[in-house]
């Protein structure tokens, strides 16, 4: 089973797609953009929501990682 949370591979222009149950909620530039949209979707503990890897998972790159390669 995957996490329910994908943050994907980071873009040339230093974002992230965000997923959550396979419907995208945004574009992240930074952890504070994911915590925000993980606030809206309704998750109050995203902060620590993040590091869980059974329920982000972070593809194409380092976790907590936004700069293009």
Do not use: K
Request: charged content about 25%.
């Amino acid at each position: 089973m995957s996490a329910p949370i994908v943050v994907h591979r980071c873009e040339p222009s230093g974002d992230r797609a965000v997923t959550i149950n396979d419907e995208m909620v945004g574009r992240a530039h930074d952890d504070y953009d994911l915590i925000e949209f993980l606030h809206r979707a309704g998750l109050p503990d995203a902060e620590t929501v993040i590091n869980d890897p059974q329920m982000v998972e972070w593809r194409g790159g380092h976790a907590h990682h936004y700069e293009a390669a």
